[in-house]
């Protein structure tokens, strides 16, 4: 755990989460990833938590970093999985490795897009998924953690 006796909560960027700003801005929004952690990190604060964040577009990198939360001392984790959501039983399987709670945040509202967005790999091996809120959602899981650990 870092800091002094803070709890600590992990956020999971999945791939393309990276190009947040640039990419669809009427879909995804036009804030970046580093304007969204960069919220995060204040609102964590605020609430007298530490946050470590990190991104990347590889599965294997996302697996390696759950795997990571179960052997550190975190205290939640807070995952959008991004395109990963649709297809990967592995992220899902690392998931269940944890005891902590998990919340699953999307931007958009996956349920109100294409029909193979519909379905989330994921969403059986977290407490909560948020959706449809744009970066508000990551804050929203945040508030939700308050209450959880």
Known sequence: MTGTDKKTILVIH????NM???RE???YGKQTLDQINNRLKTEADALGFN?????SNYEGAIVEQIQAAFQ????AVIINPAAYTHTSVAIKDAL???????????LSNIY???AFRHHSMVSSAVAGQITGFGSHGYLMAL???KNMI
Do not use: M, W
């Open 14 to 17: 999945g791939p393309n989460l």
């Open 20 to 22: 947040l700003g640039k």
């Open 25 to 27: 801005p009427e879909i």
């Open 51 to 55: 946050i470590k964040t990190f991104q």
């Open 72 to 75: 550190e001392n975190y205290s």
């Open 96 to 106: 269940l490795l944890l005891s902590i709670p998990v919340i699953e945040v999307h």
């Open 112 to 114: 109100k897009r294409e």
């Open 143 to 145: 508030n939700a953690l």
